[in-house]
């Protein structure tokens, strides 16, 4: 499966982003989705992450209660709806496929090419 991630930008502290992953291939509802994010000099980190089935999500608890992951198969997306953005979320984010539900950058095998997000304080 290929992924393009899109929707990122630059946001005051407290706005909204809404970050859209557009998968092709005719596989994509057979994969866990996750969105992770990777701030300069740090290791890429999970963010959250959707069933299969979008019947199960996960979230760091960093952003748990600020962000959404959703997922429509018929549309072959998933987006991230962030809410409440802060400074510390700034990073470049990335939407990634995985055979089964993880939180663990190794386990997902497919990458999107990643979008900025950029929180003004």
């Known amino acids: 499966v290929q992924l393009q991630a899109s929707g990122g930008g630059l946001v005051q502290a407290g706005g909204s982003l809404r970050l859209s992953c557009a998968a092709s291939?005719?596989?994509?509802?057979?994969?866990?989705m996750g969105w992770f994010r990777q701030a300069p000099g740090k290791e890429r980190e999970f963010v959250a992450a959707?069933?299969?089935?979008?019947?199960?999500?996960y979230y760091a608890d960093s952003v748990k209660g600020r962000f959404t992951i959703s997922r429509d198969n018929a549309k072959n997306t998933v987006t991230l709806q962030m809410n409440s953005l802060k400074p510390e979320d700034t990073a470049v984010y990335y939407c990634?496929?995985?055979?089964?539900?993880?939180?663990?950058?190794?386990?997902?095998?497919?990458w999107g090419q990643g979008t900025q997000v950029t929180v003004s304080s």
């Open positions: 990634a496929a995985s055979a089964f539900i993880s939180r663990d950058v190794p386990d997902f095998g497919f």
């Open positions: 959707i069933s299969w089935s979008g019947g199960s999500t």
């Open positions: 291939g005719r596989t994509f509802s057979s994969y866990c």
